[in-house]
């Protein structure tokens, strides 16, 4: 808190690193344990704790972290927002849909569309029932990528740094919470087996350094904006 009564979360580059270095480093160690109880070894004597290692179950240690770093992102584009100038109502908009993933990753609210529609055997979703989530948050996402064109272009032409680690970020999230997630959908039919555990695996390791590295680009972002506004 300055002078003049403001809150600002204040950090270092050096100090953003550290905190992604941090997180991959963690979400390395909880991959890794998930590998080990699963398909290393999954009939050791500890395996009571297999199920808190559980990357695709509701109720785990990496749920609760990947609610915690969606969580993050939102609180720091929120905070950001304040001087944020053409980006603001951008940022606004952004740090909401983050609280609102984090809540979808604690609450399970996609995995609870997923299993209606299994349960309600809807006709054409047969085998294909993550579909029942999919689209609309797909289609949502694509609208709001589409209405927020001008302010895209301007964040790539004025913080292109940042811009391409949220990208990045991004497109690691997307890919491992919608393309490998279909996959694991598919193996699961055919087996429960190593295939279909490392497909898991690499599909949650996707997400959570995708949130890392977006996390890492808003931090990026805010010390740019916050020099720009004190300058």
């Given at each position: 808190?300055?002078?003049?009564?403001?809150?600002?979360?204040?950090?270092?580059?050096?100090?953003?690193?550290?905190?992604?270095?941090?997180?991959?480093?963690?979400?390395?160690?909880?991959?890794?344990?998930?590998?080990?109880?699963?398909?290393?070894?999954?009939?050791?004597?500890?395996?009571?704790?297999?199920?808190?290692?559980?990357?695709?179950?509701?109720?785990?240690?990496?749920?609760?972290?990947?609610?915690?770093?969606?969580?993050?992102?939102?609180?720091?584009?929120?905070?950001?927002?304040?001087?944020?100038?053409?980006?603001?109502?951008?940022?606004?908009?952004?740090?909401?849909?983050?609280?609102?993933?984090?809540?979808?990753?604690?609450?399970?609210?996609?995995?609870?569309?997923?299993?209606?529609?299994?349960?309600?055997?809807?006709?054409?979703?047969?085998?294909?029932?993550?579909?029942?989530?999919?689209?609309?948050?797909?289609?949502?996402?694509?609208?709001?990528?589409?209405?927020?064109?001008r302010p895209v272009?301007?964040?790539?032409?004025?913080?292109?740094?940042?811009?391409?680690?949220?990208?990045?970020?991004?497109?690691?999230?997307?890919?491992?919470?919608?393309?490998?997630?279909?996959?694991?959908?598919?193996?699961?039919?055919?087996?429960?087996?190593?295939?279909?555990?490392?497909?898991?695996?690499?599909?949650?390791?996707?997400?959570m350094a995708g949130?890392?590295?977006?996390?890492?680009?808003?931090?990026?972002?805010?010390?740019?904006?916050?020099?720009?506004?004190?300058?």
């Open positions: 808190m300055n002078s003049a009564g403001d809150f600002r979360f204040s950090y270092s580059v050096a100090g953003a690193k550290l905190l992604l270095r941090i997180l991959l480093g963690f979400e390395f160690l909880l991959v890794a344990g998930y590998i080990l109880t699963h398909i290393l070894a999954p009939d050791l004597t500890w395996r009571p704790i297999q199920r808190f290692l559980d990357v695709d179950r509701e109720v785990s240690i990496p749920t609760w972290f990947s609610s915690i770093q969606l969580f993050a992102v939102g609180g720091v584009l929120l905070t950001q927002a304040k001087w944020a100038k053409q980006l603001k109502f951008s940022l606004v908009i952004l740090g909401l849909g983050f609280l609102f993933l984090s809540m979808d990753e604690a609450a399970a609210i996609h995995d609870s569309m997923f299993r209606y529609a299994k349960n309600m055997k809807l006709e054409g979703l047969e085998g294909r029932e993550f579909l029942a989530w999919m689209v609309p948050y797909v289609f949502i996402g694509l609208v709001a990528l589409l209405l927020a064109y272009l301007f964040a790539w032409c004025n913080f292109r740094r940042e811009f391409v680690w949220v990208a990045l970020g991004g497109a690691l999230f997307v890919g491992g919470g919608i393309g490998i997630e279909i996959l694991t959908h598919h193996l699961y039919r055919m087996a429960v087996d190593a295939r279909f555990f490392l497909a898991v695996a690499a599909e949650e390791s996707l997400e949130v890392s590295f977006m996390l890492y680009g808003f931090m990026l972002l805010g010390i740019r904006m916050q020099a720009q506004t004190s300058g």
